[in-house]
């Protein structure tokens, strides 16, 4: 097994942006597709396409094992009707996934040829910024709707995933349009935070899958192991960032969130002028 120190200490660092910026609503593609122009792994172009997605899964376990009795419709410590109302959360957060697993596997290839790029991620970087902080100031004298988890009814449900649709496009942030929707549509901000964590469940598990049949079976050692490196930290460090936005949004709006996507999207305009485009060479 032939892996260099540099490149474990190299996947380290992407399973901490990976971490911090799934369920931050800041953009994590965005960010893996800029930080990888300057933190290049020695591994083929099929492996990092696929490792870029597929780390996602060790993010997505951090939400299964935080959530694991709320998400559990077995669960011995639950009322039947505690049973029934986690039933009827898979069903919405089922419903909410068709419109992203159609429409993505429609345009994924398209996606992949044309919009990883550095412009693209900018300039939704900067877009989706200024959405938060309107949004936020729009919402500031009005009441949430639904303010528990159990009262998101279906078709908010499905809007909510109508929203996910947009972040196809790197730079927008699935959490970021997912939670965007919600609010928009009466949710609470916890609500929608907690959904949009739900609702990444099916979509990244089906993402990794659909990117590991693609690249098949045949792994190095190496490979396994920088994978599997990758994905452990990026559990980790999830397990950190899921827990400071929940409490964070309790007390606090996404304003914040908005301002670091504007500033750093202004961040790589200016090294695109001075120094070149740096996913001009893909």
């Known amino acids: 097994m032939d892996v260099a120190i540099a490149d474990l200490l190299k996947t380290v660092i992407l399973g901490v942006v990976e971490g911090l ?19 290049k792994l020695d591994v083929s172009k099929a492996f990092m ?14 939400v299964v094992v935080l959530n694991f009795e709320k998400l559990n419709p077995f669960s011995s410590w639950k009322t039947r009707q505690e049973k029934r109302d986690t039933i009827e959360l898979w069903k919405k957060v089922i419903v909410a996934s068709i419109p992203a697993a159609v429409i993505g596997l429609a345009l994924n290839k398209f996606m992949e040829e044309h919009l990883m790029t550095a412009p693209v991620v900018v300039t939704t970087l900067i877009f989706y910024g200024i959405l938060f902080i309107i949004i936020e100031n729009y919402n500031r004298h009005r009441h949430p709707r639904i303010t528990e988890l159990e009262r998101l009814d279906y078709k908010t449900a499905l809007i909510i995933g109508f929203f996910q649709v947009l972040s196809l496009v790197p730079g927008t942030s699935r ?8 609010l928009l549509f009466g949710a609470s901000r916890y609500v929608a935070t907690e959904f949009t964590f739900f609702l990444a469940i099916p979509v ?11 690249f098949g079976i045949h792994y190095t050692g190496g490979e396994v192991l920088i ?9 980790i460090v999830s397990i950190v960032s899921i827990r400071f936005l929940l409490s ?5 709006d996404f304003k914040a969130f908005g ?13 695109m002028v001075l120094v070149g485009d740096p996913t001009a060479n893909d």
């Open 21 to 39: 910026t799934e369920w931050l609503p800041i953009s994590s593609t965005g960010h893996m597709i800029l930080v990888d122009e300057f933190i």
């Open 49 to 62: 396409d696929m490792f870029l997605v597929v780390i996602q899964l060790g993010a997505i376990l951090a």
């Open 248 to 252: 964070y949004i309790k007390t606090n």
């Open 259 to 271: 301002w670091y996507r504007i500033v750093l999207g202004l961040v790589v305009i200016a090294y």
């Open 204 to 214: 990244m598990f089906g993402a990794s899958f659909l990117k590991m049949v693609k």
């Open 175 to 182: 959490s970021g349009s997912t939670i965007i929707g919600g």
């Open 227 to 235: 994978l599997v490196l990758g994905m452990v930290t990026a559990f």
